[in-house]
């Protein structure tokens, strides 16, 4: 599903994850984001969406940037899918 669009933000709000399921980051809708790797917490801080292009912050002070793209997470190196939540 791909992420939808609210005035000129795309939606990022949910879980995302890698194919193989071990780094998984949820995008809260306050602007922060909690990321695990391999069931381990590994980051949080905030993010901020313009258009479909994420800032994030992390609370190190550690930053890092992201794109939507056709319904895909690109992270730095990391592709990510939004997680589909079951009925």
Do not use: N
Not at 58 to 65: H, P, Y
């Amino acid at each position: 599903m791909a992420g939808t669009v609210e005035g000129d933000r795309v939606d990022v709000v949910g879980m995302w994850v890698t194919a193989d399921g071990h780094i998984r980051q949820e995008l809260l809708p306050d602007g922060r984001y909690d990321e695990a790797r391999g069931g381990r917490r590994a980051y949080t801080g905030r993010y901020t969406v313009t258009g479909s292009h994420l800032d994030y912050v992390d609370d190190t002070g550690f930053t890092a940037t992201g794109d939507i793209r056709d319904g895909v997470l690109c992270h730095e190196h990391l592709v990510l899918y939004r997680e589909q939540k079951s009925s």
